[in-house]
């Protein structure tokens, strides 16, 4: 695994930054990609530090055409992308009833449109290649919904069904495309949407069985397996991380 290479969008902070740092401990070369290229950078500047190889590359991935020159970017300077991280997401908790409509397209085009924008340019390439991991950071909200996160809950409800559907067509290519499904993490985005609901925190560590949030680390670990050598015949799953929280 020396010589792959990973593509992770949103890699800037939080669950992306870690899962960059943890496929680079494997050996990875990491793509960090990040629509704050500063982020990007910093996360960069970690992996660096601890011995890794990566890069910042600025992605939108609510654009085609960010994607696009993000993954020309990428494939100058390492030819090739073996593992696609789809992480990039984003959220705002309110009753359904009270959003409005400019939120539901921003959490459909980050979540939802961000993956299949990559997926659409990325895939091409490992088909080419003989080669390719594919995994996408869904969330157990969009197995068993999560109250005030309706159009979220749709948005990585679609995630879980695009990534079986590619799995399905991507196999006659040896491609493996997997899922995570996160449950509540600690975050900077949960942080901030804390800071909307003060009490969301204690109540949702009261109701997981492991009494603690996620910690970015621990999705991490799940998609560096999918990531793995050792995942090789897994393709299509949805895995969810969340301390139990709900067992389906």
Avoid at 6 to 34: C, H, M, Y
Avoid at 172 to 193: M, S, W, Y
Wanted: proline content about 3%.
């Amino acid at each position: 695994m020396s010589e792959r290479i990973a593509f992770i969008t949103g890699a800037g902070r939080g669950i992306g930054r870690e899962i960059a740092r943890k496929l680079a401990s494997n050996s990875f070369k990491i793509i960090v990609t990040d629509v704050n290229l500063t982020n990007a950078e910093e996360t960069v500047a970690l992996i660096k530090e601890a011995g890794g190889e990566g890069t910042a590359v600025y992605c939108d991935v609510t654009k085609l055409e960010s994607v696009q020159e993000a993954v020309k970017t990428s494939l100058e300077r390492y030819k090739t992308i073996d593992v696609l991280v789809n992480n990039a997401g984003w959220d705002k908790i309110e009753p359904f009833l009270k959003s409005e409509p400019e939120t539901w397209k921003t959490v459909i085009n980050i979540n939802l449109m961000g993956q299949i924008h990559t997926c659409k340019e990325i895939l091409p390439h490992m088909i080419e290649n003989g080669y390719g991991k594919v995994v996408n950071i869904a969330s157990d909200s969009g197995r068993v919904g999560s109250s005030g996160e309706a159009v979220y809950s749709a948005a990585k409800g679609g995630v879980i069904a695009f990534t079986k559907t590619l799995a399905r067509e991507m196999a006659r290519h040896k491609i493996n495309v997997n899922c995570v499904a996160p449950g509540p993490a600690d975050t900077p985005l949960f942080q901030e949407i804390g800071s909307y609901n003060q009490g969301i925190a204690a109540a949702l560590e009261k109701a997981i069985p492991f009494r603690r949030l996620a910690q970015p680390s621990d999705i991490a670990g799940a998609v560096a397996y999918f990531a793995s050598e050792e995942a090789n015949y897994v393709t299509g799953q949805t895995l969810s991380v969340n301390g139990g929280l709900t067992m389906c």
